[in-house]
């Protein structure tokens, strides 16, 4: 992958949450700002690489047992930097046919995930804020490449937590379940404060605010009633790294709350 282009001036100015991603995943589109918060990040919390690695996996299953289920288009919404084992790469492997958007909230990532994309006839990016589904799904480019008439995944993992407002993060995913047609799934990968010491909790938080984008944990009671009105798939809301893992070598395996993300996947009847 090559090195990013020149970034807008604010871009080099403030940290990304996309970039900062990209940077734990060993990716080459951030910036120096990009690492020095990752970097206070990691100094807090050692784990943040490892988590972010967790969460790429749990994409990944997730991604495979749509695939299996004939699932061949994919919305991923909040979905930064489309490095390596991202959704296009997992699904198009498998079905060249499938078909994925992505959409951020960045500019600037946008315009990276557009130009890595600009061969692939059936992947792209668009800009967006998930806190606007209808905008989302009325975007012209989503309707040229989805049909959401059929069965369609749409992708929540890590960024939820990033809509501060309860309301607004429950009003936005409220309004993706009613647009799914029979058989479409909701996946969501979602940080959690449980267990996590408040005082650790509040530095993070202090780092991702100074990125422009609050981190609000929530609990797992919480993060289970973004699936209502859907069929859980088994085996539920769990921590990450035990949604279906492929075995017992899985990141954080023996230790999933370490993982610090709850996940799951619901079905619509």
């Known amino acids: 992958m090559s090195s990013p282009a020149s970034p807008e001036p604010l871009a080099a100015e403030r940290p990304s949450i996309a970039r900062i991603y990209d940077y734990f995943l060993g990716g ?3 910036f120096a700002v990009d690492r020095a918060a990752a970097e206070r990040l ?14 790429r996996a749990f994409l990944r299953r997730a991604v495979e047992f749509l695939l299996d289920r004939g699932v061949d288009q994919f919305l991923d919404l909040g979905s930064g930097l489309p490095t390596a ?32 994309l600009r061969d692939n006839p059936r992947a792209t990016a668009i800009q967006a804020d ?10 012209p480019t989503v309707r040229r490449l989805l049909d959401l008439d059929r069965p369609l995944a749409v992708l929540l993992v890590a960024v939820l937590h990033f809509v501060a407002d309860d309301r607004a993060a429950a009003r ?11 058989g479409g799934y909701l996946v969501i990968a979602h940080g959690t404060d449980e267990g996590l010491p408040p005082d650790l909790l509040a530095e993070g938080q202090q780092v991702y605010t100074r990125a422009a984008s609050p981190f609000r944990a929530r609990p797992r009671a919480q993060v289970a009633r ?3 009105g859907l069929d859980l798939v088994e085996p539920g809301v769990v921590y ?8 017992p070598d899985e990141r954080f395996f023996d230790q999933p709350a370490r993982s610090r993300n709850l996940a799951g996947v619901g079905r619509k009847p």
């Open 28 to 30: 080459f589109n951030n």
């Open 85 to 116: 084992g991202n959704v296009h790469e997992v699904a198009q492997e498998r079905d060249p046919a499938a078909r994925v958007v992505y959409v951020d909230n960045d500019p600037v990532v946008v315009a990276h995930s557009a130009a890595l």
């Open 240 to 247: 990450a790294p035990r949604w279906r893992p492929d075995g």
């Open 42 to 55: 990691r100094a807090l919390a050692p784990d943040t690489p490892e988590i972010m690695r967790a969460n």
């Open 130 to 139: 998930v806190r606007q589904p209808e905008a989302i799904l009325a975007h």
């Open 172 to 182: 936005a995913v409220a309004a993706l379940r009613s647009r799914l047609a029979p």
């Open 226 to 228: 973004f699936f209502r």
